[in-house]
């Protein structure tokens, strides 16, 4: 079955530290993949997207992912956090066909320390 | 230019009782999509508009559930009767074709008691 794995649900960092979020995949082609983003009271904000080229892809806001085909991941990472990173993120899939059915991970919601 | 808006942003409602979410998309925006969020779950994808004529309705839970978007306008998702499970995060998307980008709503906030 076609899902999205982040086994995270909560991570909390310290401001300037680095960051890595997880997500795994399992899907029966390359999918096209995402990470959104969403703060309190906003609604989902796309970080960045990777739909084939290059594996590294960067973001908004310093975010970047690395698609790994061998491991079925797209981790996404932030090499210093700022405390208004403080949100919940969001890992997806979408069939390469075009549509935007979409299936999410169920979220990791990061807390920064000042 | 305006996002996706959505309304209410948070509805508390009894079991047994009806409610409709409001969604507008972008305008110009063809595509609608609805989703779902169950506390402490996943996003779900619950149904996709083209225009005015629904293109995968295949998300929807059950038959409580009706989602209309006349005009191709906006779109309303109505629930009746809505039940204890139906709680949740309903978030609206839309784009303005299926391979660009799209843009989320913040979601209205249901809560059935």
């Known amino acids: 079955a076609q899902s999205v794995t982040q086994p995270d649900i909560h991570i909390t960092v310290s401001e300037g530290a680095s960051l890595e979020l997880r997500c795994n995949y399992s899907y029966g082609a390359t999918p096209y993949l995402f990470w959104y983003v969403q703060s309190p009271g906003q609604g989902l904000q796309l970080l960045l997207k990777y739909f084939s080229g290059d594996t590294l892809v960067q973001g908004i806001k310093g975010f970047e992912a690395e698609f790994k085909r061998s491991q079925s991941s797209f981790n996404l990472r932030k090499p210093s956090v700022h405390w208004s990173d403080a949100a919940e993120y969001f890992c997806?899939?979408?069939?390469?066909?075009?549509?935007?059915?979409?299936?999410f991970g169920t979220g990791t919601r990061l807390k920064v320390l000042a | 230019e305006a996002g996706v808006t959505q309304f209410p942003s948070h509805s508390v409602i009894e079991k047994g009782q009806t409610v409709t979410l409001r969604c507008d998309p972008i305008?110009?925006?063809?595509?609608l999509y609805w989703y779902r969020r169950v506390m402490g779950k996943e996003i779900k994808f619950l149904l996709h508009f083209v225009k005015e004529s629904k293109q995968d309705e295949s998300g929807m839970p059950n038959n409580r559930f009706l989602a209309e978007r006349t005009g191709g306008t906006y779109s309303t998702l109505k629930v009746q009767p809505a039940e204890l499970e139906d709680s949740g995060v309903y978030f609206c998307?839309?784009?303005?074709?299926?391979?660009?980008?799209?843009?989320f709503g913040p979601g209205t906030r249901l809560t059935v008691t």
């Open positions: 998307a839309s784009s303005q074709d299926q391979r660009g980008k799209v843009d």
């Open positions: 997806a899939v979408g069939d390469p066909s075009g549509t935007y059915k979409y299936i």
């Open positions: 305008s110009g925006h063809d595509n």
